[in-house]
C-alpha cells in the first residue's frame, strides 16, 4: 500500500489532444473548463480544429494517412518541442485515436519520452470501429499495448460502443461525436478529482481501473470527521450504499480504493490507522489502495472512498496484456449482452467495403512479419520486433 | 584412452547444430577428437517449430562427430537460450548464530536456502544460480566464512525457464540415448570462451548475437550481475532484406554476408551490388546503401535495447565497462564501431582461445567452445576457475528426464 503526501499543483498539468480527435475533445475541455492546467492541440493537418501544426517537415501539412510510423517520424524530428513541453509538467493527460496515424504513432513515443523524464503521464485513447478492418485495430491494439507500458493509466473509450447507440441510418460520425463528448466528460471529471479532491495522492494506476468500470459500479463517498469516527463513518455508508445500489448480493465489495485528504495537521500515523481498519473490515488488503495528501485548504480530515464491486478475480490490477482487454469484466458482460440483442449487420457489411477497398491499409501489419509469420508476436515494449525496424522506425528506403 | 575421459558439448543454435567431443587427459590437457556442424532448420528465435527437422538435423551432428571421434558420445553439455529464459535478483538473509558473532558454514547455508527459495510461477523451474558477493552487515565479502557480524545475505542472479521449452531440446538429445549433463545459458558458455578473467573482474558485457536470438551477460568482479536475451538475431537482419527487396530468403542471406555493414558510410546513392551476381534471369541490382541502412537500422536498435537493459546496474555499479561481441552476426563488417557509438563503450569483437585450430575460433562457434571448457574444467577437478558461474543444474535435469 503506497502512500504519498504530495498533491500536485494545477499549473503543472498538461493536456494534449493529438490528432483531430484529440483535438477536439481537448479543445472542448479548454472551453468549459476552469482550470489553470496548459490545454494543447498538436496534428499534423490540422483542419476545422484549432490544433498548432507539427511535422510539417514531413507531412507538408496533410495527415499521416494511419501510418503510424510516420507519426513515430514526426516525434523524432519534433523531440526538443515536446521535451520542452514536458519539462514543466508533473503531470500529463493525452488523448487521441489509437489508430490514427499522426495520434496513434505520437503518442507512445510520447508516453516513452514522459516515463523517461519522470512526468506520470495517463492516456485517454479511442479505439477505431471493427469496421475500419483487422489491420487498423491491430495497430490499434499495438498502440494501446505500448501506451500501457509507458503510461500510468490508460482508459480506453472504443467507438464500437457509440455506433450501437445510433440508428443504423445515421453517419458513424455521430458515434464519434457521441465518444468526443463522453471522452471530455471523462478528462474533464478526472482533472477535477486530481485538482480539488487530491485524488493523485493515490498509487495512480489505480485510475484505469476507477475509469473502465462505469460510474454505476463504483461508489464515492466523501465523508468528513475525525479519523477514529470517520472510518467507522465511512465503513458503514459504504456498506448501506453497496446493497442499495446493489440488489443482487453475489456481487461482492472486491477492492477498495481510498484516499484520505487533511490539513497540515494529518499525520502519517494518522494515515496508517484508517489504512488498518479498513483494512480490517474489508479483509484482504492486496485489494485495497490507499493515497493520503495533505491540503492546507482542508480543515478537519476528510476521507474520500472509491469502492469497485464484483469485480471478481478475472480482473488483474494493472496487467498488461495485449491479448485480453484490460477493461473490469462487469463492463465486459454488459457489452456482450448488448452484442447480443443488437445483431451487427451493418457493421460486417461495413468492414467488407471497407476492406474491400483497402482504404485502411497500415504498414505495421502482420504481412510485414515476413519468415517469422507462423511464429508468435515478438513484443517487447509493444512493438512487435519481427517488423523490419526500417518499417516501425520509419525509414524511407529506396528499393 | 585409458584413463582418460570423454566429455561433449551441444549448441542446438537457430542456424546449425555444433557439437564437439574431446579426451580429458589429465587436469592441465584435452585433446578434441571429434567436432561436427551442421545447418540447422526447424528452429526460429531459437525456439523449435519443427521437432522433425531437428531431430534430423542433431542426428547428423552427432552422427558425424562419433565418426570422427570413433566414440559413441554417451552425455553432453548442453546451451539454452531464448527470451522465455528469465533472470532475477534474489537474495536470502540469514542472523549469525554463533556466539562469538563468527560466520558458519550453518548460517552461510541458510542465507542460501533462503535465496533460493523465492517461489515462481508454475510451469517454469530454476536452470541456474550465479552466486554474487555475501554481504555482512552490508558490507560485501567473498568468502563470509568467520568473518564478524550478525547478519549474513546472500545474492544470487536466478535464471528461470519455460518448462515446456526447456524439455523440447533434451528430448530429442535423449533420442539418440545422450544424457545431458548440464545446462548452462549460452550467454554464460559464450563469455567462457571469449573472455578472461581479468576482463569479467574489471567489468565485461559479453553480447551473443546468434541467429535467432541475442544473449548478453554482464560481469563485474568475476559475478554475474545480470543476463539477458532477446529474440532478435541474424534472422531478423535477413528477413528485413528479404521484406525489403522482396526477394528469397537465400538472396537475402547472401546479400547480407556478401555486402551487409553495420554502418551505412562510404557509400554513396549510386552504389549498387547485383543480387545474384551471374546476370541471369532474375538477377537485378539492389542499392548497396539501402541494405547497409536497413542493416543498421535494426543493429542499432538491438544495441540500444541492450544498452536499456544494462544501463542501470552499470551506473549503479559505477563501472567502467567494456563489450565483447561473438556470435555469427559479429562477422559483420564495422560492427564493433556501431555496437561502441550505440554502447558508448569500448567494443571488440570477441576471440575463442588461441589453443584452438582456427577453425574454432570463428566466433559462431564460442557457445560450443565455452560450454566444453565448462565440461573440462568439471571433468578434471578443477572447478576452481568458475566457482561462481557454475550452474549444479544436474538434479534438474535428470529430473526432467525422468518425468
Known amino acids: 500500500m503506497a502512500v504519498t503526501l504530495q498533491p500536485v499543483s494545477e499549473n503543472k498539468i498538461g493536456v494534449l489532444g493529438l490528432g483531430r480527435l484529440g483535438s477536439a475533445i481537448v479543445n472542448q475541455i479548454a472551453a468549459s473548463s476552469q ?14 480544429e484549432k490544433a498548432e ?13 494511419s501510418q503510424q510510423e510516420i507519426g513515430k517520424s514526426i516525434f523524432l524530428i519534433e523531440q526538443e518541442r515536446v521535451k520542452s513541453w514536458l519539462s514543466n509538467k508533473e503531470l500529463v493527460i493525452v488523448t487521441g485515436s489509437c489508430a490514427g496515424g499522426f495520434a496513434g504513432g505520437f503518442m507512445t513515443e510520447l508516453a516513452q519520452m514522459a516515463k523517461h523524464d519522470g512526468v506520470s503521464l495517463i492516456a485517454y485513447p479511442v479505439m477505431p470501429f471493427a469496421f475500419e478492418g483487422r489491420k487498423t485495430m491491430d495497430a490499434a491494439k499495438l498502440c494501446l499495448g505500448r501506451l500501457r507500458e509507458f503510461s500510468l493509466a490508460a482508459a480506453t473509450l472504443e467507438l464500437d460502443d457509440y455506433l450501437e447507440r445510433i440508428p443504423e441510418t445515421t453517419p458513424a460520425t455521430e458515434a464519434i461525436d457521441l465518444c468526443v463528448a463522453d471522452m471530455t466528460h471523462a478528462i474533464d471529471t478526472l482533472l477535477q478529482l486530481i485538482l480539488r479532491e487530491g485524488l493523485f495522492a493515490f498509487n495512480i494506476e489505480i485510475l484505469k481501473n476507477t475509469f473502465n468500470l462505469g460510474i454505476d459500479k463504483s461508489i464515492l463517498l466523501c465523508k468528513t470527521a475525525k479519523p477514529e469516527e470517520a472510518v467507522e463513518d465511512v465503513v458503514n455508508a459504504l456498506v448501506e450504499q453497496a446493497d442499495a445500489k446493489l440488489p443482487d448480493r453475489e456481487l461482492t465489495i472486491d477492492r477498495l480504493m481510498i484516499t484520505v485528504l487533511g490539513d497540515d495537521n494529518l499525520s502519517l500515523s494518522d494515515v496508517n490507522q484508517i489504512n488498518e481498519k479498513i483494512s480490517e473490515r474489508f479483509g484482504n488488503p492486496d485489494k485495497s489502495h490507499f493515497g493520503a495528501c495533505i491540503d492546507s485548504r482542508m480543515s478537519g480530515l476528510k476521507l474520500i472512498v472509491y469502492a469497485c464491486i464484483g469485480l471478481g478475480d478475472q480482473f488483474e490490477l494493472g496487467a498488461i496484456s495485449e491479448e485480453k482487454s484490460n477493461e473490469a469484466p462487469v463492463k465486459t458482460v454488459a457489452r456482450k449482452a448488448s452484442r447480443k440483442t443488437k445483431p451487427k449487420k451493418r457493421r460486417t457489411s461495413r468492414a467488407k467495403i471497407k476492406d474491400d477497398q483497402g482504404l485502411f491499409d497500415i ?3 502482420e504481412s510485414n512479419r515476413g519468415y517469422f509469420e507462423d511464429t508468435d508476436l515478438n513484443l517487447i515494449d509493444g512493438e512487435d520486433m519481427d517488423v523490419p525496424t526500417y518499417l516501425r522506425r520509419g525509414l524511407r528506403i529506396k528499393t | 584412452m585409458a584413463g582418460s575421459k570423454i566429455i561433449g558439448a551441444l549448441e542446438i543454435g537457430t542456424s546449425k547444430i555444433s557439437v564437439l567431443v574431446a579426451e580429458v587427459i589429465d587436469a592441465y590437457r584435452l585433446n578434441i577428437i571429434g567436432r561436427a556442424t551442421v545447418a540447422n532448420t526447424g528452429i526460429k528465435k531459437g525456439r523449435i517449430e519443427d521437432p522433425r527437422a531437428v531431430s534430423r538435423c542433431l542426428h547428423e551432428a552427432i552422427a558425424e562427430a562419433e565418426k570422427v571421434s570413433g566414440i559413441n558420445l554417451k552425455s553432453i553439455y548442453l546451451s539454452i537460450s531464448g527470451s522465455h529464459l528469465q533472470g532475477r535478483k534474489q537474495i536470502g538473509k540469514a542472523q549469525i548464530s554463533h556466539m562469538a558473532k563468527l560466520v558458519t558454514e550453518h548460517d552461510v547455508n541458510r542465507a542460501n536456502e533462503e535465496a533460493k527459495r523465492h517461489a515462481i510461477d508454475e510451469g517454469r523451474v530454476y536452470v541456474q544460480f550465479m552466486r554474487n558477493p555475501y554481504l555482512i552487515d552490508g558490507s560485501p565479502v567473498d568468502e563470509p566464512y568467520s568473518c564478524k557480524g550478525s547478519e549474513i545475505q546472500a545474492n544470487y542472479w536466478a535464471v528461470d525457464a519455460d518448462e515446456g521449452i526447456l524439455k523440447e531440446p533434451i528430448q530429442v538429445i535423449n533420442s539418440f540415448m545422450v544424457k545431458v549433463d548440464e545446462i548452462f545459458l549460452g550467454s554464460i558458455a559464450s563469455a567462457q570462451s571469449v ?28 559475478y554475474v550481475l545480470q543476463t539477458g536475451v532477446f529474440d532478435i538475431g541474424g534472422d531478423h537482419i535477413t528477413n528485413d532484406l528479404s521484406i525489403a527487396f522482396r526477394i528469397a530468403w537465400e538472396s537475402a542471406e547472401n546479400i547480407k554476408i556478401q555486402h551487409g555493414k553495420a554502418i551505412a558510410s562510404g557509400t554513396s546513392s549510386e552504389d549498387w551490388v547485383w543480387m545474384m551476381g551471374d546476370l541471369s534471369i532474375g538477377d537485378r541490382k539492389l542499392p548497396l546503401r539501402s541494405i547497409q541502412r536497413i542493416i543498421n537500422s535494426r543493429l542499432e536498435e538491438l544495441f540500444m535495447m541492450v544498452r536499456r537493459s544494462v544501463i542501470d546496474v552499470i551506473e549503479q555499479q559505477d563501472m567502467q565497462c567494456k563489450v565483447v561481441l561473438c556470435g555469427g552476426v559479429t562477422n559483420m563488417t564495422s560492427i564493433e564501431t556501431l555496437a561502441s557509438n550505440v554502447l558508448k563503450m569500448p567494443v571488440t569483437v570477441g576471440r575463442n582461445p588461441d589453443w584452438l585450430i582456427p577453425e ?10 565455452g560450454l566444453l571448457q565448462f565440461a573440462f574444467a568439471d571433468a578434471s577437478g578443477d572447478i576452481k576457475d568458475e566457482p561462481k558461474s557454475k550452474g549444479g543444474l544436474l538434479g534438474k535435469v535428470s529430473s526432467f528426464l525422468t518425468r
Open chain 1, 35 to 48: 482550470l489553470d492546467a496548459e490545454f494543447s492541440c498538436w496534428d499534423c493537418a490540422p483542419e476545422l
Open chain 1, 53 to 65: 501544426l507539427i511535422g510539417f517537415q514531413i507531412t507538408h501539412g496533410l495527415s499521416c494517412r
Open chain 1, 363 to 365: 504498414i505495421m501489419s
Open chain 2, 195 to 222: 573472455a578472461t578473467d581479468d576482463e569479467k573482474a574489471a567489468g565485461l558485457l559479453v553480447i551473443d548475437i546468434g541467429a535467432g536470438t541475442t544473449d548478453y551477460v554482464l560481469y563485474h568482479d568475476r
Open chain 2, 360 to 369: 574454432l575460433q570463428k566466433p559462431e562457434l564460442s557457445t560450443v567452445v
